[in-house]
């Protein structure tokens, strides 16, 4: 489309020069399983609270239709650990409930905004190496039991 998408508010305007090529749709997933952490409240629409029961409890995602990783573009986890300024957060994720025992972990220091568990399509590519589609994600959103945690819905990206 040859869209300049720069942005002049901020100091990577000058190392990138993004423009967009292709449409993208997005799919807005709530969890469909939370396990091993205590519900405590709803803490404002779609995002509730948490207290974990067990180390690594886990949020699992199932899309309404199956996401070709060839399509695939962007994913962000909406949660934030309250209690991660105790010690490095150990969040990870799992496709597709493969790779669950050798799970990647989100790199907390890159992270822009508390909400935010943010996956590219390039880092898929080191998450999944050989899944040729995404019907399902695993996300542990704490380290230990007694963390609490917020956990929302979840946002996938694909290219159409």
């Given at each position: 489309?040859?869209?300049?998408?720069?942005?002049?508010?901020?100091?990577?305007?000058?190392?990138?020069?993004?423009?967009?090529?292709?449409d993208v749709a997005r799919t807005i997933v709530g969890p469909d399983a939370i396990d091993g952490a205590r519900h405590v409240e709803e803490v404002s629409d779609g995002m509730h609270l948490f207290v974990s029961t067990v180390d690594h409890p886990t949020v699992r995602y199932a899309l309404p239709?199956?996401?070709?990783?060839?399509?695939?573009?962007?994913?962000?986890?909406?949660?934030?650990?309250?209690?991660?300024?105790?010690?490095?957060?150990?969040k990870w994720l799992a496709i597709n409930e493969e790779r669950r025992d050798d799970p990647w972990h989100f790199d907390e220091t890159q992270k822009s905004r508390p909400c935010m568990n943010v996956?590219?399509?390039?880092?898929l590519r080191a998450i999944a190496t050989d899944v040729d589609a995404i019907a399902s994600f695993t996300f542990s959103p704490a380290a230990r039991?007694?963390?609490?945690?917020v956990i929302g819905c979840a946002e996938v990206f694909q290219l159409t």
């Open positions: 489309m040859g869209i300049n998408l720069r942005s002049e508010n901020d100091s990577l305007a000058f190392a990138n020069d993004l423009h967009k090529t292709r239709a199956r996401v070709e990783a060839s399509s695939f573009a962007c994913l962000n986890v909406r949660s934030t650990n309250l209690s991660s300024f105790l010690e490095h957060s150990q996956v590219t399509r390039n880092q039991a007694g963390e609490h945690f």
